[in-house]
């Protein structure tokens, strides 16, 4: 582990900047379940779990910007307002928008999220960084895991909605791999690894092992 301080660059910087977007839109995201659960009545220990993960992801996005601070960054770059939050199919019963939703914000984004945290923990040497990078992993962990319990439970509650999840997850397995799995991003050596970046092939490596085995092995667990 090196002790600050650390040379950093422009991709550190530019990688952490994304990361606390990244965090903040989560959280966006986690709310405007949590208040489409409580306008379908789910029970309230998922209301309450959905806005944990809310806070915890406010929490994600503040620790993340500490760390663009020690790399120099004062501020945190403005969100994109009409970015945050999930879309409403307005012809389509709120409960499918909860599907689709919990898919792509906690069974995927979280399955992928876990994984690439822990390539970046293998290279991460900067103690603040690592820590940080230790922190959002835990929390992780266990909002992958409240996602395919939300997922079973809108499954047990309308079994049809199995449809949805046939036809979802290959187009948003789609929208990562046109991201995260073509040629180019940033590049990363000594200095970016040492703050836990790392570059778009481990992404792309990552999202492909993500679907062949950890996200059937996380259906399968929670019998979806
Ligand atoms: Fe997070
Ligand atoms: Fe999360």
Redesign the pocket.
């Known amino acids: 582990m090196s002790e600050l301080p650390a040379p950093v660059s422009k991709v550190v910087l530019g990688t952490w900047s994304d990361r606390v977007q990244a965090?903040y839109a989560?959280g966006a995201a986690a709310s405007q379940l949590a208040l489409w659960l409580i306008q379908i009545g789910a029970p309230r220990e998922l209301i309450v779990a959905s806005l944990r993960v809310v806070e915890?992801?406010l929490d994600?996005a503040a620790r993340a910007f500490e760390i663009c601070r020690l790399a120099g960054l004062d501020r945190p770059r403005p969100v994109d307002r009409a970015s945050l939050g999930l879309p409403r199919q307005p012809d389509a019963p709120l409960e499918h928008d909860l599907v689709r939703g919990c898919l792509r914000v906690f069974c995927l984004g979280e399955t992928y999220?876990v994984a690439v945290l822990a390539e970046m923990r293998k290279v991460c040497t900067v103690v603040p960084a690592r820590a940080v990078i230790e922190q959002?992993l835990a929390?992780?962990v266990a909002?992958r895991s409240f996602g395919f319990e939300l997922l079973a439970w809108l499954l047990e509650r309308d079994p049809a909605a199995r449809a949805i999840v046939d036809d979802e997850l290959p187009r948003l397995v789609a929208e990562l791999r046109a991201t995260f799995g073509t040629p180019g991003g940033v590049e990363v050596g000594p200095i970016e690894a040492a703050w836990g970046v790392v570059g778009r092939p481990v992404y792309a490596a990552v999202l492909e092992q993500v679907v062949a085995t950890e996200l059937p092995r996380q259906l399968a667990r929670s019998s979806v």
Do not use: I, K, S, Y
């Open positions: 965090e989560t915890e992801e994600h999220a959002l929390d992780e909002h």
